[in-house]
């Protein structure tokens, strides 16, 4: 089942702060998030397990709320390369599968 | 490190014909690899998981006939499009993990857009 992302889209300044939700009516066992650049590959951000292990970049913070089966994930200091579209895929630790949201776009402007 | 191509990055083709895709993982064993299909401005929609030396296995929905493919080494991994429609013009995404169960990052190929005339 697919979880569901929100917002759809958001635009920012430069500087600025945004945050993307992703929520899953079905227990988790690990929430990944993704940026994909038009026509590009998604690039991995980071994971987040149950139990509280997260892995990922430096500069991308996210939360995983293993009672609310929710995640989100939180730009802080939005530069332009943040543009794109960010996804969210859901793990249910049934032989590693992925299932992705819809998206979220995000679009820093200077 | 981590880096998977896919080859083509891009192939037009007359209806009835069959395309393959190729992903490979460049500097790592990839036990499992991943094939997705995504549409314009649509998420990514999980095609079937396939482990080295075994066979793929599909998702609901997708056509085990349609869409051949072949896990034959630790770093490649081949889609085929037979028969290919205007229907199946899309993104093609592969993505491969080095462990068998991932609780760890799918690294991603750029793609392949199959255009089907």
């Known amino acids: 089942q697919q979880p569901v992302q929100s917002p759809q889209a958001v635009i920012l300044r430069e500087g600025e702060d945004a945050v993307i939700n992703c929520s899953s009516s079905?227990?988790?066992?690990?929430v990944h998030w993704y940026r994909q650049k038009h026509g590009e590959a998604p690039v991995f951000l980071m994971i987040?397990?149950?139990?509280?292990e997260q892995k990922g970049h430096e500069k991308i913070s996210a939360s995983f709320n293993e009672k609310k089966q929710q995640s989100s994930l939180y730009l802080t200091a939005s530069q332009l390369s943040y543009s794109g579209t960010y996804f969210c895929?859901?793990?249910?630790?049934?032989?590693?599968?992925?299932?992705f949201g819809a998206g979220t776009i995000l679009r820093v402007k200077s | 490190g981590a880096v998977v191509s896919q080859h083509p990055s891009w192939v037009i083709c007359k209806s009835g014909t069959s395309v393959k895709i190729e992903c490979r993982s460049l500097?790592?064993?990839?036990?499992?690899m991943f094939w997705y299909r995504q549409f314009p401005k649509q998420s990514l929609m999980l095609m079937a998981t396939?482990?080295?030396?075994?066979?793929?296995?599909?998702e609901q929905g997708v056509e085990k006939d349609k869409f051949l493919i072949n896990h034959a080494s630790l770093t490649l991994s081949t889609l085929t499009v037979t028969s290919a429609h205007p229907e199946d013009s899309s993104f093609y995404i592969c993505?491969?993990?080095?462990?068998?169960?991932?609780?760890?990052?799918?690294?991603f190929g750029p793609g392949t857009r199959l255009t089907v005339l």
């Open positions: 987040l397990l149950k139990g509280g």
């Open positions: 079905k227990a988790l066992y690990s």
């Open positions: 396939s482990n080295e030396g075994s066979k793929a296995t599909y």
């Open positions: 895929g859901t793990d249910r630790g049934r032989g590693n599968k992925l299932v």
């Open positions: 993505s491969a993990s080095p462990y068998r169960i991932t609780y760890n990052e799918q690294f």
């Open positions: 500097d790592f064993q990839a036990t499992t």
